[in-house]
């Protein structure tokens, strides 16, 4: 069974920093470009950072270059996302997703396998 855990979101100041994690297992996670996808309320997912499988290749949307990073670690089938600057408008939940592609697709929908999801909320 695949599963994807989103871990480390909760409740942080602006311009403080999270790390959030994602676990995978009942896949060959190393096979797979990962990504950070986020959907704040009435909004729609808005991708964030993937990284290609061997982890030497990543990219971010504008609004978050800079501040998040994205990274993975194979041999314990985890990435991570590391958020530093925050600020209010990155309040969401933050979803982890997997695709079986070289590439590192912008597009969530090329993503087929997700995690539940875990709440961040930026605020004073």
């Known amino acids: 069974e695949v599963q994807l855990v989103e871990s480390g979101g909760g409740l942080v100041q602006p311009g403080g920093s999270l790390k959030l994690s994602c676990e995978a297992s009942?896949?060959?996670?190393?096979?797979?470009?990962m990504t950070w996808v986020r959907q704040a309320p009435g909004k729609r997912l808005e991708w964030l950072a993937a990284?290609?499988?061997?982890?030497?290749?990543?990219t971010y949307t504008d609004s978050v270059k800079g501040r998040f990073t994205i990274s993975r670690d194979n041999a314990k089938n985890t990435v991570s996302l590391q958020m530093n600057s925050l600020k209010p408008e990155d309040s969401a939940v933050y979803y982890c997703?997997?695709?079986?592609?070289?590439?590192?697709?912008?597009?969530?929908?090329?993503?087929?396998?997700w995690g539940q999801g875990t709440q961040v909320t930026v605020s004073s």
């Open positions: 997703a997997a695709a079986l592609l070289s590439a590192t697709p912008r597009s969530p929908p090329e993503y087929g396998y």
């Open positions: 009942g896949f060959i996670f190393s096979n797979f470009t």
């Open positions: 990284i290609n499988s061997a982890g030497d290749s990543t």
